[in-house]
């Protein structure tokens, strides 16, 4: 089973709103990231959590915050966000995040379907 | 600065015929590169990787081949199947990176009856 799953689906929400966007996986993955894709672009690292820690934040703006409330869960905050937020994003997980040169192994990231999010 | 290109934004192909998607790097810190593909409206799918000590690695009709001095990898797809039609995104990763990929910017495959 290598299935990521995200809710919602959709979400619109305007710019006074606070939502949150949620995915699980019951891979045993020790990482999970959020990704931002915007339309004929490719994905865009947000944040990575790593052992339930948060270990990369792309100096993404603080109306978006993330939270790994146990192993399987990751949760992503949104609040007074922009239109220009508009977006599909994307949760993925991996067995553990890149360990370095020392392991020199790489886990394969999988993705959930993603949630399209509409800023009005 | 882009670190991963893939330079056609687009490729058709015919049913039955090799399908070649590229893609050209950068950073020499790179040493892990992965393919994804993506239907609309789902996620990116893995599809096969290859690490920077192998030049060739082969899953079924899809192989990867790494050039290194060129810093130029690609994907073959044999034989190519309508529902191959995707798009295509390559990814590499550097060591000590915490796992972060940087994707190219795809391929939108088109695999024609």
């Known amino acids: 089973d290598t299935e990521v799953t995200q809710t919602p689906k959709h979400l619109v929400m305007g710019m006074t709103n606070k939502k949150s966007l949620k995915c699980e996986q019951h891979?045993?993955?020790?990482?999970m990231y959020w990704y931002k894709q915007k339309a004929k672009k490719p994905p865009e690292l947000m944040f990575v959590?790593?052992?339930?820690?948060?270990?990369i934040n792309e100096s993404v703006p603080s109306r978006f915050s993330p939270e790994c409330p146990n192993s399987s869960l990751l949760n992503l905050h949104l609040h007074a966000l922009q239109p220009e937020d508009s977006a599909l994003y994307l949760c993925?997980?991996?067995?553990?995040?890149?360990?370095?040169?020392?392991?020199?192994?790489?886990?394969?990231?999988?993705f959930g379907p993603g949630t399209r999010l509409t800023v009005t | 600065d882009q670190q991963v290109k893939q330079n056609s934004p687009s490729l058709s192909v015919q049913e039955g015929r090799i399908s070649i998607l590229n893609c050209d790097y950068t950073?020499?810190?790179?040493?892990?590169f992965l393919w994804y593909k993506k239907y609309p409206a789902e996620g990116p799918t893995f599809l096969i990787s290859?690490?920077?000590?192998?030049d060739k690695n082969e899953d079924g009709r899809f192989t990867v081949f790494l050039n290194k001095s060129a810093k130029h990898l690609s994907l073959h797809i044999v034989p190519s199947q309508p529902g191959d039609s995707a798009v295509y995104f390559c990814?590499?990763?550097?060591?000590?990176?915490?796992?972060?990929?940087?994707f190219g910017q795809g391929t939108e495959l088109s695999v024609k009856p």
């Open positions: 959590y790593s052992y339930e820690k948060l270990s």
């Open positions: 950073n020499s810190m790179f040493d892990y």
């Open positions: 891979m045993g993955h020790r990482a």
């Open positions: 990814a590499a990763s550097a060591p000590n990176q915490g796992g972060k990929l940087i």
């Open positions: 993925a997980s991996s067995q553990k995040d890149r360990p370095g040169l020392a392991g020199g192994v790489l886990y394969e990231q999988y």
């Open positions: 290859i690490s920077s000590i192998k």
